[in-house]
């Protein structure tokens, strides 16, 4: 099993680029979540779904946008980037009832200039 | 306002010496807590994790104590290896919060030969 795979690595946007950064799981998980760590600071939940089809707001949503039409993949979606967007993203899965099986991916660390 | 605190943002210890991670909660719903390991460039790794019917998990090196009155939990790593150095986040969550986790800011361990 490759886990969780996130594309791309690193990447640098102009303001008011858009960009759509990529997480594929392949262990059958139900939950997907996005997070984003700021430096010197904690995770924070963006966007998560708990199947596909059906997504919910965290705690930082605004900006982003995300869509989950299979249980594998779930993206998530960048319009209009802005410098405080710059960051490192996660993207987690887990088992439903499973909360100590969220796997991460690497990160996506995304510079918007 | 931050749910989840680790006020220490760096602890250094000798090699096999005992290493204690701190975090502290404000929100009394959570219900189950978790620290994750992160290495440069690679995303968080589960490592222990704790209900709040406990008081204590144990894990191999790996201890983690809960004091729900004080709203506190510890890490114990005990022999301390220089393997070990990396970020540790604390997180908590809630079970009706479909698994969503809130993260401290963590503590960078390094442990030296």
């Known amino acids: 099993n490759a886990g969780v795979t996130q594309t791309p690595k690193f990447r640098i946007l102009k303001i008011g680029q858009s960009m759509t950064l990529q997480c594929a799981q392949d262990m059958n998980h139900n939950y997907m979540y996005w997070y984003r760590q700021d430096p010197g600071m904690g995770l924070k939940l963006i966007y998560y779904?708990?199947?596909?089809?059906?997504?919910d707001k965290g705690e930082v949503p605004n900006g982003y946008n995300v869509s989950r039409s299979t249980t594998e993949d779930f993206p998530l979606r960048l319009e209009l980037a802005a410098p405080s967007q710059t960051s490192v993203y996660f993207c987690?899965?887990?088992?439903?009832?499973?909360?100590?099986?969220?796997?991460f991916g690497p990160g996506t660390r995304l510079t918007v200039l | 306002d931050q749910q989840v605190k680790q006020n220490s943002p760096s602890l250094s210890v000798q090699e096999g010496r005992i290493s204690i991670l701190n975090c502290d909660y404000t929100n009394s719903m959570f219900d189950y807590f978790l620290w994750y390991k992160k290495y440069p460039a690679e995303g968080p790794t589960f490592l222990i994790s704790i209900s709040s019917i406990k008081d204590k998990n144990e894990d191999g090196r790996f201890t983690v104590f809960l004091n729900k009155s004080a709203k506190h939990l510890s890490l114990h790593i005990v022999p301390s290896q220089p393997g070990d150095s990396a970020v540790y986040f604390c997180?908590?969550?809630?079970?009706?919060?479909?698994?969503?986790?809130?993260f401290g800011k963590g503590t960078l361990l390094t442990v030296n030969p």
């Open positions: 987690a899965s887990g088992e439903q009832g499973g909360v100590d099986t969220q796997y």
């Open positions: 779904s708990v199947g596909a089809g059906i997504t």
């Open positions: 997180a908590a969550t809630s079970g009706g919060s479909n698994y969503k986790l809130t």
